[in-house]
């Protein structure tokens, strides 16, 4: 009996697909296909756009029409690189900031059951030491 090795989840409101015990998140997942599809088409639209320039609008000679286009499009996937990394750093710090939130919530709520259990015990240990004393007397 063989099973789906991924399914769709949901963890502390995140939405994503389970895979194993981890759970990737669907807005990765799409970062990773958006950037994927901008690598593989920028920099020939780059390249071919850059050469037709070279060649037919500012007729470069023919070292500047091959190595312009060759560093534009270098400069576009470094362009592209370094927006993924923006992207992953910035969901780093809201992944951050929304594990503190969730913790802090956690200590505050067993904070207040503590306290409250504490309050409850009190009560009743100040209400059996009064029950004693009228026994006493």
């Known amino acids: 009996s063989s099973s789906s090795s991924y399914s769709s989840s949901s963890v502390n409101g995140v939405n994503g697909i389970k895979l194993g015990k981890a759970v990737v998140e669907m807005g990765a997942v799409f970062d990773v296909l958006t950037h994927t599809m901008l690598m593989f088409t920028v920099p020939f639209i780059v390249f071919f756009t850059a050469k037709y320039l070279c060649t037919e609008v500012f007729h470069t000679s023919p070292r500047w029409t091959l190595l312009t286009p060759l560093l534009l499009s270098i400069g576009s996937v470094q362009l592209i690189i370094a927006s993924f990394v923006r992207i992953g750093y910035k969901q780093s710090l809201e992944d951050d900031k929304r594990k503190k939130n969730t913790n802090d919530k956690e200590g505050q709520e067993k904070a207040n059951n503590s306290q409250s259990d504490s309050d409850a015990d ?3 240990k100040s ?3 009064g029950v004693d004393k009228e026994k006493s007397e």
Request: proline residues 0%; aromatic residues 0%; without cysteine.
């Open 122 to 124: 009190g009560e009743s």
């Open 127 to 129: 209400e059996q030491v």
